[in-house]
């Protein structure tokens, strides 16, 4: 199945060059570009592509905006979003995330990352840049901006005990090939059991139910040093 590319960034030169880096993968297809974030999301609209490279710093409406507005749109729940900017920090990697993004790269990425990283995305899987720590993710996520609202502990409700278990586990960070270990089950029953927790919980991928299981409690935050 070919993975249906947007690409969002304020410089033509580089949309450009992207553009002909994931066309020449017999997997993939761009299906447009956006010059800002309303555009992003006005084209995302229209072509529902899967995933949707999206910097942050734009003119107008910036990249976190649109992210938010893609990923709040229940008629583009199968669009994912992946952020490819810059300003690679703590905040903005934080911001991202919480409005739905579901992975984070620099722009010193080399090629065959971004190519992964693309198709890590569009299959589900959340992925963050070596940067993005999780010790970050304890960090912003279990402590919501001013006025957010936290999971509530009853949403989790609807879940097994290993798929409480399972989400836990992959809250603080553990590759499903961990999990399996420790579980001592197969990597592809842990699969399993992630995709139905995002099911039952309505996310759209691994990165939301991270912020699920701080939000709701499931997980706590290690105590700073």
């Not at 553009?19 to 006005?42: H, N």
């Amino acid at each position: 199945m070919t993975i249906r590319v947007l690409l969002a960034d304020d410089q033509a030169l580089l949309r450009a060059t992207f553009r002909i880096l994931i066309d020449s993968c017999a997997d993939m297809d761009v299906v447009g570009e956006a010059a800002d974030g309303e555009e992003a999301v006005e084209l995302t609209r229209a072509h529902h592509p899967d995933v949707v490279v999206m910097d942050i710093r734009m003119p107008g409406m910036d990249g976190l905006t649109g992210t938010a507005v893609i990923c709040g749109d229940p008629d583009l729940s199968a669009t994912r979003v992946l952020i490819l900017t810059t300003f690679e920090v703590d905040e903005y990697v934080a911001q991202a995330i919480r409005a739905g993004a579901s992975g984070f790269l620099g722009k010193d990425v080399l090629p065959g990352e971004l190519l992964t990283a693309i198709r890590t995305v569009a299959s589900g899987d959340a992925l963050l840049s070596p940067s993005a720590t999780r010790a970050l993710i304890t960090r912003f996520l279990a402590t919501p901006e001013s006025g957010a609202r936290l999971a509530s502990p009853e949403r989790l409700a609807a879940l097994t005990a290993r798929e409480r278990e399972v989400m836990a586990l992959a809250a603080e960070g553990w590759s499903n090939s961990e999990i399996a270990e420790e579980l001592v089950v197969s990597p592809l029953t842990v699969r399993t059991h992630v995709h139905r927790a995002m099911a039952k919980l309505d996310v759209r991928d691994r990165a939301q139910l991270v912020v699920i299981a701080y939000q709701s409690g499931l997980v706590r935050p290690a105590p700073p040093h």
